[in-house]
């Protein structure tokens, strides 16, 4: 099915305000506001229903930041004074979040897009953790080890040996754009890059900080996709660029029409066999992995035309890149998804077509010049301001039962892969 047939997005339908957005825990005083993309896709989101409303009066969705030690009473309170119907989750961790309070969110008739197994989120999300599933699952990815003590000998014999082609050192977990990944293409850039980074020969594959990649000549592509129940319902498929170059526009994206030059985040892919491809691959992870709600995977496409594509990184979540895929029919597949939940009775209008490939025929709308991120936000203060309206809920009901001690990242780390890995046997 080409973007021009889509079906009324029945999501416009509802109320915005019945509608909540949900990102990453900014931090205290939003210090962590710049880091997270949900402001970036609350925005878009926000576009996109602006075009829905066709110049009528029309609100906003609602959006909150979630902290992580978020007690679940203090949620749910929020649900149901606001009337919240749907959530929208953004980011890794509040997505994970609902999916491990599942049962008492929707026990108030609130619905959600996401896995089944929270603990997928941190499995797919941590780079050493991903690549150890990949290969499990009998998918394909670049030959990775894990920078520890014990082997740093076999490391540095694997960036030997792949020389003058590419390696990646890649830090595991909290990496945002691209940030906290190093491309070396001799020995001396290798010693430098994994300086200090090797973790103890003691340490579990949740503690592995970095990690070293083989690379290749070839281009790196990008994905956007929904799934459902492991079924690919639609995708959006795109050339973006380097993941160093993609960190560094972060301004860019900031900037907007204000930027001294015309920027573009993504481009067409043209090649037919590619978008095939890929899309073969993007079923065989959502089968593998029975993912529900929006995920992000980069694929790197050898030069070599013996060689097949494999798996770059997963980020399950929405894309940065999400903007490229307005109007093309992307996001009302999405929406269209998830106000199915509220009414499972009604048909999927599109699943015969599953999967929807909305890029083709589609001309990525992806120049920053015509989205002003900083207008959107200065004409609406309160969204900012009530950004972190749930902390300040949790700190008023502190002194009752709704506080929770939270545990040790490190120690939720290791909890969530052990509950994957005993689900999996």
Not at 269 to 290: K, T
């Amino acid at each position: 099915m080409s973007h021009t047939q889509m079906n009324q997005c029945y999501v416009d339908t509802l109320s915005p305000q019945s509608i909540l957005v949900t990102i990453e825990d900014v931090g205290r005083l939003g210090g962590k506001l710049s880091e997270g993309l949900g402001m970036w896709v609350n925005y878009i989101l926000g576009v996109r229903q602006q075009r829905a409303a066709d110049g009528s009066t029309s609100s906003d969705y609602q959006i909150k930041s979630i902290p992580k030690k978020l007690p679940i009473s203090v949620f749910l309170k929020y649900l149901r004074d606001n009337a919240i119907q749907l959530i929208v989750p953004t980011g890794v961790h509040d997505a994970e979040y609902l999916a491990t309070h599942r049962q008492g969110i929707e026990a108030l008739g609130v619905r959600f897009l996401a896995c089944s197994d929270p603990s997928l989120y941190t499995t797919l999300d941590h780079k050493w953790l991903s690549y150890r599933w990949i290969v499990d699952s009998g998918l394909e990815q670049s030959t990775s080890l894990p920078l520890k003590e014990d082997t740093l000998a076999a490391c540095r014999q694997l960036a030997e040996s792949t020389f003058p082609k590419p390696v990646f050192i890649k830090k595991t977990c909290d990496t945002h754009a691209g940030a906290g990944v190093t491309k070396v293409a001799n020995i001396q850039e290798y010693e430098a890059a994994v300086k200090n980074k090797a973790v103890p020969a003691s340490s579990s594959d949740c503690e592995v900080m970095y990690m070293v990649q083989q690379g290749n000549s070839g281009l790196i592509l990008g994905s956007q996709s929904s799934f459902y129940n492991g079924e690919l319902v639609s995708t959006y498929i795109s050339c973006a660029p380097g993941i160093a170059d993609y960190g560094n526009l972060k301004g860019n994206f900031v900037l907007g029409p204000l930027n001294g030059k015309d920027v573009r985040t993504e481009v067409s892919v043209e090649n037919r066999d590619h978008v095939a491809s890929l899309v073969q691959m993007l079923q065989r992870i959502g089968r593998a992995s029975n993912y529900t709600g929006m995920m992000d995977v980069e694929f790197f496409m050898p030069e070599e035309p013996s060689a097949s594509v494999s798996i770059l990184e997963f980020n399950p979540r929405f894309s940065g890149a999400v903007h490229s895929s307005l109007t093309s029919g992307f996001l009302e597949d999405y929406l269209d998804l998830l106000y199915q939940q509220l009414a499972p009775a009604r048909p999927f209008a599109s699943e015969r077509s599953w999967p929807l490939i909305r890029s083709d025929g589609h001309e990525p709308d992806s120049w920053l010049r015509d989205y002003n991120l900083v207008k959107f936000y200065a004409s609406r203060p309160g969204i900012v301001k009530d950004l972190q309206h749930l902390r300040i809920m949790k700190v008023l009901d502190r002194g009752s039962k709704v506080t929770e001690v939270g545990r040790n990242p490190l120690t939720a780390l290791k909890a969530a892969h052990q509950t994957f890995l005993h689900r999996q046997r």
